[in-house]
Structure formats: structure tokens, C-alpha cells
């Protein structure tokens, strides 16, 4: 790890100048603290296609894409012209734009139990709303998320996405854990937890706060613990419970939304939720969020309702051209096809590798998405599984292939990788010689 480490210090010479006057100006020298690591991170200076180039001029491949946002290709010309004939007539008006309802329009073929959606600036909004909407809708206050998710840094939700061992609780009644200072006791008793991939510790929690709950929010594919599949049966469960419990369906679908398949996990299994909460893809590289919901919760928003959203920068007409642009342009079914043999050629290469080296790991993934879990265990299916994955061992994989050239994902083991339709099958072979001759020295 220390000649990784120096050989890093010596490749990012000017980030850590850059590094070294931001610390001065912003908490942790970053604008939030997921994007550093030790000694620092490095800087972005272009990026075009499945590459990125620094201050210091090395390139990468990047399979981070700003955590799953970009699915198109760094600066894709087809999002490019739509961002620039969207700058010529005008950045922002205050007024209504034609782009919205074509975009919903979208959208709603592809989620089709969807009747409306309202646009918002990030996942973090849309979950915080969609919660409102929820209790408006039920007229309860509780709601219920699964312990490893993460839905954003709001009050309600910032609550049990990674609790330290020894603070959990027990397996089929995890105890809530508050991540953040500064989040009202009041609020954060509304929050029960979960663990994913049990039905039957979910209908206990129901049944106990049946008049209590309002909502189950979940990611159908955890995808900030590494990747974590629903096992067979699981979602339709929930579905099943939510619906005899009177209580909202959901689904989180910021990381797998538009990505692996138009009409994300709720398309891949066949499961309708009762809202669904967008954000990363669906802005094409651009702040947007949205949420969306069945017709009859829909009618509680703000003017059919009393439920309140508002937003100054809702619906930006530069994010929404970018997201229509990506959407209707670039996304067809072709792109999901290639998207998804990726994904598979990455995740067999990983498993091959992993399998030569005997490295105790799991190989996790969906579409494209993937990732590796050094991990002793054969399946990891919630979050108390993936914690025992080794994540010093972790950092010193993520850093040897930084310093050959590639970003396998975020500096963080509970992320993962994402794939764009810019990525060549030739990328993917020069990244999997690269993981192999890292594990290599790594294991030597
Ligand atoms: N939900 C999920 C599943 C996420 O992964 C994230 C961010 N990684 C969020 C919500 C929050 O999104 P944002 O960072 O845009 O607020």
C-alpha cells in the first residue's frame, strides 16, 4: 500500500497543491466529503468518453461516472448539443418549459404504473418528499428503511446506511443509528429499520406499527453496500406486505433507475411500487431528481393536494434538456443490451481473476453495475454480510489501480462500478490485466 501511495503522491503533484489551498476554504478541502481519501484526492481537469484526465495529465478509465450519474460517456455530443441549444435561448426562466412534460412523458412509458411526476434537484429531495407525500397520502408518520441503504443526507434518512458493529441490534429488529449530529431526536424516532432480504422481520415491524407507518422506503437493489440482489420472492413479498399493511411502496431507484433497464428494478423484476424516486441518470450529468406516483397519491401534491413541493430550480430547463437528450437519444434498447453484455464481461473477468488468485472475494453486480466484495463469505445478501468485507484490503486495490490508470469506482468499498455505452470491450480487458496484476502484487 506505501509504494501505492507514494507512487500516487508522485503522479498527483498538483493536486495536492490544489488540495492544499481547498482545505483552506472548504470543510475537508471537498464539496462532500464521499469524493477524498488519504493523502488526498485527485483533481478532475476533462473528461471525454470512458475517460478522465487529471491536473496532472494521467488518464483513466472511470467506471466511477460521478457515482453512477453518467451512462452516456463523458461528454457525450448528443447531451452536449442539447446543453448547448438549451444555454442559447436562456439558463433559467421562472416560467413553465415545454421539456418537462415531454420528459415525464418518458418516463412514465417506461415506469408505466406511474401517473405523475415532479421534478426535483437531487435524490436526497426527491426521498424527503416522497416521504411527505407518503404521510399525506396515509395520514401516518412512521416510516421503515432497510439498514445499508442510503437515500440521501436529510434528517429522516440519515439513519442506519452503514452503523458501526456492536450499535446494531439485533439482526430481525436492527436498532435505528443516527450518522449525523444535529438530526432532532424527534425526527429521527419516526424512522424504524429494517434488514433487507427478510420478509419476515419486515411483517413484524409492519405489525407492530401498523397505524404507525406510512411508508417502506427501499432500494430493490441495495447498491451502497457494493451490490446486494433481493433474493428470489423478496420483492414481491414486500409488495405484498406494503399492500395488507396499508402502507407506501418506495423504491429508491437514484443508482438503479434508467440504468438496468429503461424502466430500472421495477421493470427487472416485475414489481410495482407506489412511488419511485429518480435522480443520477435521469439528469444526463445534470442536477435533476424526480419523483413519481400512482394517481392516487399523486392527487395529494400541491395544487391537487395538501401535500407541498416547491422548488426554485425544479425542472431546470439545462438539466431536464440533458435528461431528455439521454433518455430519448441515447438510451434505446441497443444501448441496455451492450450496457448489460459489459457489465457481464466485467463481472465473469473480476470472478475469473478473483478465482485464480484465491483471494476470498465475491463478485456482486446487476446490469451494469458491479463490484467486489473481499469478502470470505459465498453470498452476501444484507448489510451485517457485506460489513465483514476487508475494507483496508479494499483501499489498497482501489489505489493500485488508480495509480495504473483506472477508477474502479468511488474511494469507498460500499460503492461500486457503473458502465457507460462509451465503454469499449478493449477498456474492460485493459481493466481486468490491471486488477489482475494488482491482486498479484498485492498477494506476493
Ligand atoms: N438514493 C440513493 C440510492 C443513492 O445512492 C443516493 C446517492 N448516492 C441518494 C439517494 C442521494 O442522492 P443525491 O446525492 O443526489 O442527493
Not at 1 to 23: D, F
Not at 184 to 195: E, I, M, Q, Y
Not at 358 to 377: C, D, H, R, W, Y
Request: with cysteine; charged share 25%; net charge negative.
Amino acid at each position: 500500500m506505501n509504494t501505492y501511495v507514494e507512487e500516487y503522491i508522485k503522479r498527483t503533484r498538483k493536486s495536492k497543491s490544489l488540495y492544499e489551498e481547498a482545505v483552506k476554504h472548504l470543510p475537508g478541502g471537498v464539496a462532500t466529503p464521499i469524493r477524498t481519501f488519504d493523502p488526498y484526492p485527485f483533481y478532475a481537469a476533462r473528461a471525454k468518453g470512458s475517460k478522465i484526465w487529471d491536473v496532472d495529465g494521467n488518464e483513466y478509465i472511470d467506471y466511477n461516472n460521478c457515482y453512477g450519474v453518467i451512462i452516456a460517456g463523458h461528454a457525450n455530443p448528443v447531451v452536449e448539443k442539447a446543453v448547448k441549444e438549451q444555454i442559447e435561448k436562456g439558463l433559467i426562466f421562472g416560467l413553465p418549459e415545454e421539456k418537462e412534460a415531454l420528459l415525464v412523458k418518458e418516463l412514465k412509458r417506461r415506469y408505466p404504473m406511474m401517473d405523475m411526476f415532479r421534478f426535483t434537484n437531487s435524490g436526497s429531495e426527491t426521498t424527503m418528499y416522497s416521504l411527505r407525500i407518503a404521510r399525506a397520502y396515509t395520514g401516518k408518520d412512521k416510516i421503515v428503511k432497510m439498514e445499508g441503504s442510503y437515500h440521501g443526507s436529510h434528517d429522516y434518512l440519515m439513519i442506519s446506511h452503514q452503523p458501526p458493529l456492536g450499535k446494531m441490534g439485533p439482526a430481525w429488529a436492527p436498532t435505528p443509528f443516527v450518522h449525523s449530529d444535529g438530526i432532532p431526536k424527534d425526527t429521527a424516532k419516526n424512522t424504524l429499520v429494517a434488514p433487507f432480504n427478510d420478509a419476515g422481520a419486515l411483517e413484524n415491524i409492519l405489525r407492530k406499527h401498523e397505524a404507525e407507518v406510512a411508508a417502506v422506503i427501499m432500494e430493490p437493489v441495495i447498491g451502497n453496500c457494493g451490490v446486494l440482489l433481493p433474493e428470489k420472492g423478496y420483492l414481491e413479498d414486500v409488495r405484498t406486505l406494503t399492500r395488507k399493511y396499508n402502507v407506501v411502496l418506495i423504491f429508491d431507484e437514484v443508482k438503479t433507475g434508467l440504468r438496468i433497464a429503461p424502466g430500472g428494478a421495477s421493470e427487472y423484476f416485475g414489481v410495482d411500487p407506489d412511488i419511485v424516486c429518480l435522480a443520477k441518470v435521469l439528469g444526463g450529468g445534470m442536477s435533476l431528481g424526480a419523483f413519481g406516483a400512482t394517481k392516487d397519491i399523486s392527487s395529494e401534491i400541491f395544487p391537487l393536494g395538501g401535500a407541498m413541493h416547491f422548488g426554485t430550480y425544479n425542472g431546470h430547463p439545462v438539466s431536464v434538456a440533458a435528461g431528455l437528450a439521454v433518455l430519448t437519444q441515447v438510451l434505446t434498447d441497443e444501448a441496455y443490451e451492450k450496457l448489460n453484455l459489459l457489465g457481464d464481461r466485467l463481472r465473469k473477468g473480476m470472478r475469473d481473476i478473483l478465482e485464480r488468485s484465491g483471494i476470498p472475494a465475491k463478485v456482486q453486480g446487476i446490469g451494469s453495475m458491479a463490484t467486489i466484495l473481499f469478502n470470505e463469505l459465498d453470498q452476501i445478501t444484507n448489510y451485517r454480510e457485506a460489513i465483514r468485507s476487508d475494507k483496508e484490503f479494499f483501499m489498497k486495490y482501489w489505489m493500485g489501480c488508480v495509480t495504473k490508470g483506472v477508477i474502479m469506482m468511488g474511494p469507498k468499498w460500499s460503492e461500486e462500478s457503473v458502465l457507460t455505452t462509451a465503454h469499449t470491450e478493449s477498456d474492460i480487458d485493459q481493466t481486468l490485466s490491471v486488477i489482475d496484476d494488482t491482486l498479484k502484487e498485492l498477494t506476493s
